[in-house]
């Protein structure tokens, strides 16, 4: 099992920036790549970035792609997504997964089917 915490969601204004954290526990060693998806109201949940948890191969949606930067600190068993130019379209619950699974291609990383764990999520609120 691995468990998954959340952190540093809240309000920012539009071209703000924020960090959110993502803290795995329980068997680490068993997790293949991390992800960070998020759900708007009314909305399915969307793809953001995927970091493969040893090769560190980084993967990111079109629409944060030069914004949004996902990273990982070993020591800690934290993964980070830093979100800078935030706009009111990123408004959203954002959840980060932990992958135990294999792949062939690290874009397979875009699916939700793919992760095992969830955490339970946390609120960005971008103001205009």
């Known amino acids: 099992q691995v468990q998954l915490v959340e952190s540093g969601g809240g309000l920012v204004q539009t071209e703000g920036s924020l960090r959110l954290s993502c803290a795995a526990s329980?068997?680490?060693?068993?997790?293949?790549?991390m992800g960070w998806f998020r759900q708007a109201p009314g909305k399915e949940r969307e793809f953001v970035a995927a970091?493969?948890?040893?090769?560190?191969?980084?993967l990111y949606a079109d629409l944060v792609k030069g914004r949004f930067t996902i990273s990982r600190d070993n020591a800690k068993n934290t993964v980070y997504l830093q979100m800078s130019s935030l706009k009111p379209e990123d408004t959203a619950v954002y959840y980060c997964?932990?992958?135990?699974?294999?792949?062939?291609?690290?874009?397979?990383?875009?699916?939700?089917?793919?992760?095992?764990?969830w955490g339970q999520g946390t609120q960005v609120t971008v103001s205009s």
């Open positions: 997964a932990a992958s135990t699974r294999g792949y062939y291609t690290f874009s397979i990383h875009r699916k939700p089917e793919q992760y095992d764990y």
């Open positions: 329980g068997r680490t060693s068993s997790i293949s790549a």
């Open positions: 970091l493969g948890w040893r090769t560190r191969t980084t």
